[in-house]
């Protein structure tokens, strides 16, 4: 596979990453850990060389999966992992004081079995610690050795620009798929500014934009989409307009939904490395198909004209979750 560079950090990593939450957390009961090592190792044959996980995912057992499962190949890979909540469980809030920075890094290390952390993102901005000591006590662990890059993750403008002056952001993680365009607005042209990469999440839209879900499909009773307002059944019938471009689109080319709405985010930017997420071996192999999918410039006008025609119905988060983004 191809390899793209983050911004100007440095970081070069596979063009399309491996989202590694779903295996462990959110969309209902976590991967049987053989099937889920199986999944990791097929993403590795196959040139996936980033791995994206949170202290958050499970929590802790995410990492701790990571870690046993990709060991054998560590030196090839780029992992990324997340702190910024209390104990980390969203549910409980942020807690990014530089204390608990250093405590869930120092965890963070053993629990990946490494020495270092290739990227370590905030989460989410917390409103009670200025983003300066943030990226300050980012700073040190990285002159430390043990943290190589600085990632945020929905942060806002002034946030991104405060934390880039003390410590360099090698990359934004932020939801940007072809039914969540808000980044286009003011935050790519400032990560283009400063030289900052992009790492789009839910890059399938929770996997709505696969086609896969419909207004009937129902969740198990602990998935996160339950209470999502765009995965009503409402939204979801209304939403379906999206889904049917995706497939017009896809009989076109010769392709599936899932690889053209991943094909669109590899075309708009150079630096833009969606990770989509799976925890199933032909889904992984169907969504790194979609890196053959060239969209010519006629094909993206396309695209663009009939999705502007398409009304999105439905928050991407929760009321209480939505507080926490764009800070
Ligand atoms: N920074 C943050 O705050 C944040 C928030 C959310 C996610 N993330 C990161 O981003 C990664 C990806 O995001 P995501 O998991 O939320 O959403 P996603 O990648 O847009 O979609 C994942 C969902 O789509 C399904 N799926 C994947 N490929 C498919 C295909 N080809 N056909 C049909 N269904 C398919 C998966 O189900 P199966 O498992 O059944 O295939 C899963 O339910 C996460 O793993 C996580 O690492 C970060």
Redesign the pocket.
Known sequence: MKTRKLGISGLEVSELG??????SF??GPA?EIKEAVKLLHAAVEKGVTFF???EA?GPFTNEELLGEALAPYRDKLVIAT?FGFKEGKPADGMDSRPERIREVAEASLKRLKTDRIDLF?Q??VDPNVPIEDVAGTVKDLIQEGKVKHFGM??AGVQSIRKAHAVQPVAAL???Y?LWWREPEEEIMPLLEELGIGFVP?????????????NENTTFAKDDFRNIVPRFTSEARSANQAMVDLLTKIAQEKQA????IALAWLLAQKSWIVP??????LH??E??LGSVDITLSGDDLRQIEQAASQIKIEGARYPEHLLKRVGK
């Open positions: 491996l989202g590694c939450m779903g295996l959110a969309y991967t994206d996980t949170a995912y997340k993102y989460h989410r993750s929905e993680q932020s939801e798929s999440f839910s890059p399938l839209g929770k996997g709505f934009l696969t086609g896969a879900i599936t939904p899932a690889q990770i989509p997420g799976t925890t199933k889904r992984l169907e969504n």
